[in-house]
């Protein structure tokens, strides 16, 4: 690898980061105090605008990376997760966006505690949201890590983690300065940059196989070393039934998952109806749909035209499948074209990762400062203003992410955030689905149902073999895995819906019907909405 | 610049719900949502926040909600239904049944590849039919409601209800449309 590619690429990282921070100050001038303003951008984005910013927080250097890297390496089963992927907004969409519109204010916490006692919820609510938060903010930071090393050309340990750590820094700078209306414009030029990008890639390779899918599928089958194996099932997730109940396991997480994502849910909050939270759903739904479609076209083609022994040379995870590729279709290294495309897709994937990582950054700092901070606040006494709790804990749980980050490096990041949608599978949707539908959901059925989620979650991830026992673990020296399968999503899932049921039937609290009544009217109509 | 302008409509909007824009723009073919208001409120019921709770128990028992909750539910729970077990379906087979899924189609092209664009295709499907059924079969319906509640809450708490002297529509005439349903109709 020669020099150049690295000069450009850090000189568009830096274009990149100077009209974000340009896009932060401008939206932050004369904006400082609401909670209205810093949670949820005023309210007046438009469905469009919000779509690709839903886009732009969704699609994640897991999927621009991870996920064509998995399908370069294993073929179909790579596709496996772009299926999951996009199939989970129909939940959002038909479940859970123009609900939660209607009878929350900024978390996933004000849908729920609008019908229970509200401290106990809230406390719930917010632990289990900041936990996904941090889950998937590491992911993130391992993405923007392998990244960089790429780039700096070496695998050398201090530049990664100086990028994970300057990663770190910006998203708090973008976060508490500029609240929802910066990471917002932020995330909409990303998702313009990442569909740019994708589309290029994606034409590139088809103009290599002269637009005929088949001949691509067929030298990616060459290519990988698999054969015909490569396009069908079962080379990750095949091999025997461990791997397939946790393929599973994983496929449920992934479709289940999406609707309990903390900065997600929170997207929805910046537009004005319910019925613009439906268009923007919409919206979304196109853009990454057209997305994974792209991503399933670029995986096989670094199968195809790199092959699969090179991808996984460069990083075993194949986190750095598609930016060999653009080298590779621009004319190789050493080459203008590959100098200038390896370099746009670099800062693209940069840019992916600084937006998604504000925008969970943002919804994390809501839970803390909206939920916790807000619920545990009058036995400390002295209470500072919201917004302020928020900033901070923008910073906090930035440095936990770096830190966790550091630590996570070898994973691949596909996995990772594989993980982040068990998690939010188990605690969040449950709860949220019981106090939209349920009529005797009770206050205890919500909390038993977020711990009864999250606890099995977290727990079974630290037993996997994720954690210990295995030589890719976090912890390979040590071993006290007793959970065979690395996703939890198949037991914790119906765990978290189990106990929401058990807390409920077994409460002595009568259920509430005129606050039933109320949420439902509000779900549905939009009554009384802010 | 209209853009712009668009905006601060809807800051008046959400400070003034009685803000109105005019009131074209249903242009909705099929919108025969005529929805009957729900019955008044019980009188002399107690405090502002009882008042409030016995509207949306009202609310809640008309049959105009009931239908739009119907409604609502008659779409919402086959489709999430149908695209699930689909879903489950799909990645079981690829996991348990690899042989079947490997089976060749067209050229390179399997069974396994057919059924994971099937996926993309029927996601693709499901968002157009949900957010037609929604434009054309609840909206009109759940923003009249939301009208309704609005109506009652501020007859029950004349605080609020102080808005300038705007005509209050009377009972079972067409209530004022929502500046955004109807701008969103235009586009």
Same mark, same amino acid.
């Given at each position: 690898?020669?020099?150049?590619?690295?000069?450009?690429?850090?000189?568009?990282?830096?274009?990149?980061?100077?009209?974000?921070?340009?896009?932060? %100050?401008?939206?932050?001038?004369?904006?400082?105090?609401? $909670?209205?303003?810093?949670?949820?951008?005023?309210? @007046?984005?438009?469905?469009?605008?919000?779509?690709?910013?839903?886009?732009? /927080?969704?699609?994640?250097?897991?999927?621009?990376?991870?996920?064509?890297?998995?399908?370069?390496?294993? &073929?179909?089963?790579?596709?496996?997760?772009?299926?999951?992927?996009?199939?989970?907004?129909?939940?959002?969409?038909?479940?859970?966006?123009?609900?939660?519109?209607?009878?929350?204010?900024?978390?996933?916490? /004000?849908?729920?505690?609008?019908?229970?006692?509200?401290?106990?919820?809230?406390?719930?609510?917010?632990?289990?949201?900041?936990?996904?938060?941090?889950?998937?903010?590491?992911?993130?930071?391992?993405?923007?890590?392998?990244?960089?090393?790429?780039?700096?050309?070496?695998?050398?340990?201090?530049?990664?983690?100086?990028?994970?750590?300057?990663?770190?820094?910006?998203?708090?700078?973008?976060?508490?300065?500029? &609240?929802?209306?910066?990471?917002?414009?932020?995330?909409?030029?990303?998702?313009?940059?990442?569909? $740019?990008?994708?589309?290029? #890639?994606?034409?590139?390779?088809?103009?290599?196989?002269?637009?005929?899918?088949n001949q691509l599928l067929d030298s990616a089958a060459a290519q990988s070393g698999h054969g015909k194996d490569f396009l069908s099932p079962g080379l990750r997730y095949g091999t025997d039934w461990t791997a397939r109940l946790d393929f599973i396991s994983l496929g449920l997480a992934l479709v289940l998952g999406t609707a309990g994502l903390p900065h997600i849910l929170s997207r929805f909050y910046t537009v004005p109806t319910a019925r613009a939270a439906r268009r923007s759903v919409v919206w979304s739904i196109g853009l990454i749909g057209s997305f994974y479609l792209m991503t399933i076209v670029l995986g096989f083609g670094a199968a195809a035209i790199l092959g699969t022994d090179e991808v996984r040379s460069s990083n075993a995870a194949g986190n750095t499948a598609v930016?060999?590729?653009?080298?590779? #279709?621009?004319?190789?290294?050493?080459?203008? &074209?590959?100098?200038?495309?390896?370099?746009?897709?670099?800062?693209?994937?940069?840019? %992916?990762?600084?937006?998604?990582?504000?925008?969970?950054?943002?919804?994390?700092?809501?839970?803390?400062?909206? /939920?916790?901070?807000?619920?545990?606040?009058?036995? +400390?006494?002295?209470?500072?203003?919201?917004?302020?709790? $928020? +900033?901070?804990?923008?910073?906090?749980?930035?440095?936990?992410?770096?830190? @966790?980050?550091?630590?996570?490096? /070898?994973?691949?990041?596909?996995?990772?955030?594989?993980?982040?949608?068990?998690?939010?599978?188990?605690?969040?949707?449950?709860?949220?689905?019981?106090?939209?539908?349920? +009529?005797?959901?009770?206050?205890?059925?919500?909390?038993?149902?977020?711990?009864?989620?999250?606890?099995?979650?977290?727990?079974?991830?630290?037993?996997?073999?994720?954690?210990? &026992?295995?030589?890719?673990?976090?912890?390979?020296?040590?071993?006290?895995?007793?959970?065979?399968?690395?996703?939890?999503?198949?037991?914790?899932?119906?765990?978290?819906?189990?106990?929401?049921?058990?807390?409920?039937?077994?409460?002595?609290?009568?259920?509430?019907?005129?606050?039933?009544?109320?949420?439902?009217?509000?779900?549905?109509?939009?009554?009384?909405?802010? | 610049?209209?853009?712009?302008?668009?905006?601060?409509?809807?800051?008046?909007?959400?400070?003034?719900?009685?803000?109105?824009?005019? !009131?074209?723009?249903?242009?909705?073919?099929?919108?025969?949502?005529?929805?009957?208001?729900?019955?008044?409120?019980?009188?002399?019921?107690?405090?502002?926040?009882?008042?409030?709770?016995?509207?949306?128990?009202?609310?809640?028992?008309? !049959?105009?909600?009931?239908?739009?909750?119907?409604?609502?539910?008659?779409?919402?729970?086959?489709?999430? =239904?149908?695209?699930?077990?689909?879903?489950?379906?799909?990645?079981?087979?690829?996991?348990?049944?690899?042989?079947?899924?490997?089976?060749?189609?067209?050229?390179?092209?399997?069974?396994?590849?057919?059924?994971?664009?099937?996926?993309?295709?029927?996601?693709?499907?499901? =968002?157009?039919?949900?957010?037609?059924?929604?434009?054309?079969?609840?909206?009109?319906?759940?923003?009249?409601?939301?009208?309704?509640?609005?109506?009652?809450?501020?007859?029950?708490?004349?605080?609020?209800?102080?808005?300038?002297?705007?005509?209050?529509?009377?009972?079972?005439?067409?209530?004022?449309?929502?500046?955004?349903?109807?701008?969103?109709?235009?586009?």
């Amino acid at each position: 690898m020669t020099g150049d590619h690295q000069t450009l690429a850090l000189v568009l990282f830096s274009a990149f980061i100077a009209v974000t921070l340009a896009i932060t %100050t401008w939206v932050s001038r004369n904006r400082r105090g609401s $909670a209205e303003e810093f949670y949820a951008g005023g309210r @007046l984005f438009s469905p469009m605008e919000n779509g690709f910013a839903i886009a732009g /927080d969704y699609m994640s250097a897991a999927s621009f990376l991870g996920i064509s890297g998995l399908i370069a390496l294993y &073929g179909y089963d790579g596709m496996l997760y772009s299926v999951g992927f996009l199939v989970a907004w129909l939940v959002v969409l038909f479940l859970v966006a123009e609900l939660v519109r209607n009878c929350g204010r900024f978390t996933l916490a /004000d849908v729920v505690a609008s019908r229970m006692s509200e401290r106990p919820v809230r406390i719930a609510a917010g632990t289990s949201s900041v936990a996904v938060s941090v889950l998937y903010l590491v992911a993130q930071m391992v993405g923007a890590g392998s990244l960089v090393a790429l780039l700096l050309g070496g695998t050398s340990e201090a530049a990664r983690s100086w990028t994970v750590i300057g990663v770190g820094a910006l998203m708090v700078v973008y976060v508490s300065m500029g &609240g929802m209306r910066a990471t917002t414009w932020i995330q909409i030029v990303k998702a313009v940059l990442l569909m $740019a990008g994708a589309t290029a #890639l994606t034409v590139l390779v088809l103009v290599r196989f002269h637009g005929d899918v088949n001949q691509l599928l067929d030298s990616a089958a060459a290519q990988s070393g698999h054969g015909k194996d490569f396009l069908s099932p079962g080379l990750r997730y095949g091999t025997d039934w461990t791997a397939r109940l946790d393929f599973i396991s994983l496929g449920l997480a992934l479709v289940l998952g999406t609707a309990g994502l903390p900065h997600i849910l929170s997207r929805f909050y910046t537009v004005p109806t319910a019925r613009a939270a439906r268009r923007s759903v919409v919206w979304s739904i196109g853009l990454i749909g057209s997305f994974y479609l792209m991503t399933i076209v670029l995986g096989f083609g670094a199968a195809a035209i790199l092959g699969t022994d090179e991808v996984r040379s460069s990083n075993a995870a194949g986190n750095t499948a598609v930016p060999l590729l653009a080298l590779d #279709l621009g004319g190789g290294a050493g080459s203008t &074209g590959g100098t200038v495309l390896f370099a746009v897709v670099a800062a693209v994937a940069f840019a %992916t990762i600084l937006a998604v990582v504000a925008g969970i950054t943002l919804a994390s700092s809501a839970s803390v400062a909206h /939920d916790l901070y807000a619920s545990l606040r009058r036995r +400390r006494g002295k209470g500072y203003s919201e917004v302020a709790v $928020a +900033r901070v804990a923008a910073a906090v749980i930035g440095a936990a992410a770096i830190a @966790l980050g550091l630590l996570a490096r /070898d994973l691949n990041v596909a996995f990772l955030v594989g993980l982040a949608f068990a998690v939010a599978a188990s605690a969040n949707l449950p709860v949220l689905l019981y106090s939209l539908f349920w +009529r005797n959901f009770t206050t205890r059925g919500a909390v038993w149902s977020v711990y009864g989620g999250l606890v099995p979650a977290v727990l079974l991830v630290v037993l996997s073999p994720v954690a210990s &026992g295995s030589p890719e673990a976090l912890f390979p020296e040590l071993d006290f895995q007793l959970f065979p399968l690395q996703n939890p999503g198949l037991v914790s899932i119906p765990l978290g819906f189990l106990a929401g049921w058990l807390g409920t039937v077994t409460s002595s609290e009568a259920p509430d019907e005129a606050r039933h009544a109320e949420t439902e009217v509000r779900a549905l109509t939009g009554a009384g909405a802010v | 610049m209209e853009k712009q302008q668009d905006r601060d409509d809807g800051a008046v909007r959400i400070d003034d719900p009685w803000y109105d824009a005019l !009131a074209s723009g249903w242009g909705e073919p099929g919108g025969a949502d005529e929805t009957a208001p729900p019955a008044p409120p019980a009188a002399g019921a107690g405090g502002h926040r009882h008042r409030a709770s016995d509207i949306y128990l009202e609310v809640h028992r008309s !049959a105009a909600f009931q239908e739009v909750r119907s409604r609502y539910r008659r779409f919402v729970v086959p489709a999430t =239904t149908a695209f699930f077990i689909w879903y489950v379906a799909y990645v079981i087979t690829a996991t348990a049944a690899p042989a079947l899924m490997a089976r060749p189609v067209i050229g390179a092209v399997n069974v396994a590849m057919v059924a994971g664009l099937g996926q993309f295709l029927s996601t693709f499907l499901l =968002t157009w039919a949900y957010a037609r059924h929604a434009r054309l079969r609840r909206d009109r319906a759940a923003l009249d409601l939301r009208w309704a509640v609005f109506d009652r809450t501020r007859d029950a708490q004349p605080a609020l209800g102080d808005d300038g002297g705007k005509a209050e529509p009377a009972e079972g005439l067409p209530l004022p449309r929502q500046a955004d349903a109807a701008r969103e109709n235009e586009r």
